[in-house]
């Protein structure tokens, strides 16, 4: 499925399309990007009988040492069985910093700009699932993975998730939607 815009607007059929095609596949495992908790708290309305892991920004991304999503957020997150991490950004971390500072381009951030070419959802889905491969909180067998622009959810994968140190193990196995324009 392609959207004719990008962004929020498409929360929630980007939701009901993946859990709908993850069903169909027997893939019981959501990994979805959430940086307040809105996102992950839709997905909890959809997603029933789903492992679902809500995967936010890093601490300090916006404001040094502060948290992004609200601890209460989190803890009520949890509390109903959603695993939440925040993570440092797979595909950027301190090569954005050292790109920045010697001005270069870098592999790592070479692999997230090809990936934006699909939208910048495709990235923050693939990112994400590295991210949450990392932390431990997959089986490592295929996932629906969601990410957006900006706000939102607008890109659905299923994939093969891998760690970093392994990254190209991971396969895309299915577009379930995305937006038609980047």
Same mark, same amino acid.
């Given at each position: %499925? $392609?959207?004719?815009?990008?962004? &929020?607007?498409? @929360?929630?059929? @980007?939701?009901?399309?993946?859990?709908?095609?993850?069903?169909?596949?027997?893939?019981?495992?959501?990994?979805?990007?959430?940086?307040?908790?809105?996102?992950? $708290?839709?997905?909890?309305?959809?997603?029933?009988?789903?492992?679902?892991?809500?995967?936010?920004?890093?601490? #300090?991304?916006?404001?040094?040492?502060?948290?992004?999503?609200?601890?209460? /957020?989190?803890?009520?997150?949890?509390?109903?069985?959603?695993?939440?991490?925040?993570?440092?950004?797979? =595909?950027?971390?301190?090569?954005?910093?050292?790109?920045?500072? $010697?001005?270069?381009?870098?592999?790592?951030?070479?692999?997230?700009?090809?990936?934006?070419?699909?939208?910048?959802?495709?990235?923050?889905?693939?990112?994400?699932?590295? %991210?949450?491969?990392?932390?431990? &909180? =997959? !089986? #490592?067998?295929?996932?629906?993975?969601? #990410?957006?622009? /900006?706000?939102?959810?607008?890109?659905? =994968?299923? =994939?093969?998730?891998?760690?970093?140190? !392994?990254?190209?193990?991971?396969?895309?196995?299915?577009?379930?939607?995305?937006? &038609?324009?980047?």
């Amino acid at each position: %499925m $392609y959207f004719n815009q990008k962004g &929020a607007v498409n @929360t929630e059929q @980007t939701l009901k399309l993946a859990c709908e095609r993850a069903k169909e596949l027997g893939i019981d495992e959501l990994v979805i990007a959430s940086t307040t908790g809105d996102t992950a $708290y839709k997905a909890l309305e959809v997603f029933s009988g789903f492992r679902i892991t809500s995967v936010t920004i890093h601490c #300090g991304a916006k404001e040094p040492f502060k948290s992004v999503m609200a601890d209460n /957020v989190k803890k009520d997150l949890e509390g109903k069985g959603v695993n939440v991490l925040s993570a440092s950004h797979a =595909l950027s971390g301190v090569e954005k910093s050292i790109a920045k500072k $010697y001005s270069g381009s870098l592999p790592v951030l070479l692999v997230a700009d090809t990936l934006k070419l699909f939208g910048q959802g495709t990235k923050v889905a693939v990112e994400i699932s590295v %991210m949450a491969a990392d932390s431990g &909180a =997959l !089986s #490592g067998n295929d996932i629906v993975s969601i #990410g957006g622009s /900006v706000k939102g959810a607008d890109t659905a =994968l299923i =994939l093969k998730p891998a760690h970093q140190s !392994s990254f190209f193990d991971l396969k895309i196995r299915e577009v379930v939607c995305k937006p &038609a324009s980047c």
